[in-house]
């Protein structure tokens, strides 16, 4: 005879399984600064880079090989990431072109509206006020800064990026009257960063809501520096740059390891969506930091690969399958529309982005997109479009250049003069696409 308590239990199991099977997932989007492509143990470029948690992250989900940022420069690129558009729709080319203006409506703004609980930990970047009507007149470290995260769709947050912050909660969890205010601390950067984030991981499970969760991490950008126990680590690497970028980084991969242990503590790992991504390339020349682009061409501030395509990993263990490489291109835009998908949210048409899970799991076959573009300016226009396996470049007025990304991932060999039908084509795309931009001023020439 059957015992109605344990057929009453048995169903309320199954029913509780399967609300928690469908339950949204947290979402993590992890943004380092200045990463080259080369820095991770999981890419095979180097084996002097010890990554042992953002390998095991990449190991966890999918591996996206051609994974691209908005712009080889930092604000641009956030912009690009936060928007989900490209970022020259509302101006934001280059980083003189700050602040972010008020009426881009970002991806915090967008998950708080579906019932996210929404934290920014780390550096912002488009709350400087450099250009535009606005020029000079907001601190980024400003608590009244209306370009801050705190009124941009956050509704936790501690922004900064070395040892001043304006922060909602302190290091240690707890609120702060009066909030948005400043925060000094004595940590370094990148555990500082970390801690804000755990607690705030912590803070979230005590609600009924899931959480959107962005840590922006400042490194391994200059200032190179890295607390004395990680340069001990990397003691036999002769180069004083790369030690210390070494050491940048290892500090960020246990940030990553503290992250994914704290999701583990609350059982919330296996429904919690992670993108690990770089803003733009490592930097070259005096600005380096130690990072590495190998094996591709050029550096931050290029439009080579070198500058824009980045270290992309998705992970979700839940719905995406382990140990995955994807090779067709993705980008950066594609952030804030799958966050948008697993929320259960439609996709706003002003996006350019797409939900990436589809193409991640196999129910799609084709690629999310057939050409992506860039227009970056550093005195002069510098032009890309990346045009299914073609990547076509121009320069102000030098001749186009034409590369087969498929067989040629170092952009060694121009192939603009044995293909000049491609290049037509691939410049009508792209002059079709920024006809559609708004015409800016350049601030490297404007007085």
């Known amino acids: ?56 992250l990449a190991l966890s989900g999918v591996r996206c090989t051609a994974g691209y940022s908005t712009s080889p420069q930092c604000t641009p690129s956030r912009a690009g990431l936060i928007s989900g558009q490209y970022q020259n729709r509302f101006g934001q080319e ?4 700050g602040p972010m203006p008020l009426n881009v409506v970002t991806i915090a703004d967008r998950m708080q509206q ?18 535009g009507p606005d020029k000079g007149k907001w601190d980024s470290r400003d608590p009244q800064n209306p370009y801050l995260p705190a009124y941009r769709g956050f509704e936790e947050y501690c922004t900064g990026i070395l040892q001043e912050y304006v922060a909602s909660h302190d290091f240690d969890g707890k609120p702060l009257d009066g909030a948005p205010v400043k925060l000094e601390t004595e940590l370094y950067r990148v555990h500082a960063q970390t801690a804000w984030a755990e607690h705030f991981i912590d803070r979230s499970v005590g609600t009924d809501r899931p959480f959107f969760l962005y840590l922006s991490y400042y490194a391994p950008h200059v200032p190179a520096v890295a607390p004395e126990e990680y340069m001990e680590r990397f003691a036999h690497v002769k180069d004083e740059t790369r030690r210390v970028g070494l050491a940048m980084m290892a500090t960020v991969d246990d940030g990553v390891g503290r992250i994914l242990e704290k999701l ?29 682009n190998d094996p591709l061409r050029g550096w931050k501030g290029s439009v080579y690969e070198g500058g ?26 594609d952030v804030a529309a799958t966050a948008l998908d697993v929320a259960g949210t439609e996709i706003p048409e002003e996006l350019d982005g797409v939900s990436l899970i589809p193409f991640l799991n196999g129910e799609e076959e084709g690629a999310p997109h057939q050409s992506l573009f860039w227009k970056w300016t550093f005195r002069t ?15 102000d007025d030098n001749p186009a250049e034409l590369y087969s990304l498929a067989g040629d991932l170092e952009e060694a060999k121009n192939l603009a003069t044995q293909h000049p039908e491609i290049v037509e084509h691939i ?21």
């Open 114 to 131: 579906a019932g996210y609980l929404t934290g920014m930990s780390g550096k912002w970047h488009l709350a400087v006020c450099n250009y």
């Open 381 to 395: 226009p510098r032009r890309a479009v990346v045009y299914e396996d073609w990547k076509w470049m121009k320069w």
């Open 264 to 292: 583990e503590q609350h059982g919330i790992r296996n429904n919690t969506l992670i993108f690990y991504i770089s803003d733009n390339g490592a930097p070259g020349g005096k600005g380096w930091n130690g990072s590495l």
């Open 427 to 447: 410049q009508r795309l792209y002059f079709e696409w920024e006809s559609e931009m708004p015409e800016i001023g350049n601030p490297w020439l404007d007085k």
């Open 94 to 97: 280059t980083n003189r072109h």
């Open 1 to 56: 005879m059957f015992n109605p308590r344990i057929i009453y239990s048995l169903v309320l199991a199954f029913v509780w399984s399967s609300f928690y099977s469908f339950a949204r997932p947290n979402v993590i989007v992890i943004y380092t600064d200045d990463q080259g492509y080369a820095d991770l143990g999981v890419q095979g470029s180097r084996d002097d880079i010890v990554t042992p948690n953002i390998d095991a």
């Open 308 to 333: 824009v395509r980045v270290p992309f990993l998705v992970s979700w263990p839940e719905k995406l399958g382990e140990a995955q490489i994807y090779t067709k291109t993705v980008s950066t835009l």
